[in-house]
Structure formats: C-alpha cells, structure tokens
C-alpha cells in the first residue's frame, strides 16, 4: 500500500470539536501529515466545507492548508445530509433539509440550510476548488510530497504497459510542452528521476489524476454556478440562525 486515505474534513479546530472529531486537534495536523508522508506514503484527504457555525473563509483556509501539507489530491466536497444518519435526523427535526437526496458528487450543492449564507460557502468552495487544482499548484505540491519520502516505500517490479506508456507520453505533452508548467514539469522530472528514480512511476500517476481534475474542475464550477442561480430566483431562504443549543452531533 502507497497511498491512505485521512478525513481531516478541516484545519479549523472550532468546526473539529463541534463534529466531535477531537483526535484531529491533539497534534499539528500539517506536522502529523508530514510524518506520514516521510514514512512513503502518500495521503488522499478528506475536506468538507458547510458545518455550523463554520466561520468565514473556510475554503481559503483549506486551500491554504492542503499547500503547505503538500498534499496532492484533496477529496474536497460540500457537506451533505446523507439519509438515515445522525446529521439527517437532526436536520430534519430542525426543518432544515431541502428537497433532494444528499451526495458525494463535487459538483451538488448542500441539501439542507447551513447556518451562513448558502451562497457566501459554495463560492469559497468553488474558489478555492478551482484554484487547488489549477496546473502550475498542482505540480509543484506534488513534487514537494513526493521530495518528503524517505521512508518504505512499495517498488514498481512490472513491464510498463502500452497504455501507460502512452499515458505518460500525453503527460509529458500536455504539462512539458503545452501548459505553462514546462520548465517547472522538466526540470522536477529530472530531479526525481535523479534523487529518486523508484517514485517515478507513482509520481506520473498522481500527475495522471491531476489531468482529471484540471478539466473536472469546470464542470464543477458551472453546476454549482447553475445551482445558486436557480436559488437566487427562489423566493425561499437558504440561510438560517440556529440556536447553539440546537447544535449536536453530526
């Protein structure tokens, strides 16, 4: 295994206890993730924006957080009310649901009133989603993470494949030739393939995803611009004060 999964959901300590998610506010998260990284592998976190009482700025404060953990890919969503869980029960006896089923899908708005204005979190998500995956970030927090490895790390022992090769061919086009990211692309490939030339084929990967999300961030951004316009043509609120009182668990 080179990759784990952590649900940081927040670099905000108020929003962490308030989901009681205590364990995350022990310890530096951003020298906690480090560590792993060193140890080889690499993380996929978790980042969910929309809790109570989440202070403005959250998204920035994500953003920011993900950059100096050097993390490259974030599972970064709004949060949703799932059906038959705590937070869905707990919205719904506060009237606070809204039509819908709630998802995983990046690009759906929240499914129930948060407790800020609906519009002020989903442009911070946008905003800041767009910029987590813009080229030029990407690349150089991925090669950050991958220059942090010094620990175990699995090795790569079978041929490469005809479609990888062509997999990596369109990389190496894409972000060395097109983007403006060439220099920046050749000069961080030849210092790992230097440094440490038995990363190089999980490093390719995770510059793979990024493709995805380079483009994949478009798409999320129209169809959560399409869905606030629908709700500003709504005559119904989509924000709501909640009595601290009001607020457990989620």
């Known amino acids: 295994m080179t990759i784990v999964f952590m649900g940081i959901e927040t670099p905000d300590t108020d929003s962490l206890i308030?989901?009681?998610k205590v364990q995350n506010t022990r310890t530096s998260l951003v020298a906690s993730c480090e560590k792993v990284t060193r140890m080889g592998l690499q993380i996929m976190?978790?980042?969910i924006m929309g809790f109570d009482n989440e202070r403005v700025g959250a998204g920035k404060r994500i953003q920011e957080f993900i950059e100096t953990a050097n993390i490259p890919i974030g599972q970064f969503s709004l949060l949703q009310a799932l059906q038959n869980t705590a937070l869905w029960t707990r919205l719904e006896r506060e009237?606070?649901?809204t039509e819908g089923l709630g998802t995983?899908?990046?690009?759906?708005?929240m499914n129930?009133?948060?407790?800020?204005?609906?519009f002020e979190i989903t442009e911070e998500y946008i905003d800041a989603f767009w910029q987590m995956y813009e080229p030029m970030p990407y690349l150089k927090r991925t090669f950050r993470c991958f220059r942090m490895m010094n620990g175990w790390r699995s090795k790569h022992n079978r041929p490469i494949t005809k479609h990888e090769l062509n997999?990596?061919?369109a990389i190496c086009w894409r972000q060395g030739v097109v983007?403006?990211?060439r220099f920046v692309f050749w000069w961080q490939l030849l210092v790992l393939a230097v440094l440490k030339p038995s990363l190089l084929y999980d490093y390719f990967t995770v510059l793979g995803v990024g493709e995805h999300f380079f483009k994949y961030r478009y798409?999320?951004?129209e169809r959560l611009l399409s869905q606030l316009a629908a709700l500003k043509a709504a005559p119904v609120s989509q924000s709501v004060e909640v009595p601290i009182d009001l607020i457990a668990t989620t």
């Open 18 to 20: 308030g989901i009681h």
């Open 45 to 47: 976190s978790g980042f």
């Open 95 to 97: 009237g606070r649901l």
């Open 104 to 109: 995983f899908h990046q690009g759906e708005i």
């Open 112 to 118: 129930f009133i948060p407790t800020r204005s609906v």
């Open 167 to 169: 997999l990596y061919w």
């Open 179 to 181: 983007r403006n990211t």
């Open 219 to 221: 798409e999320v951004r």
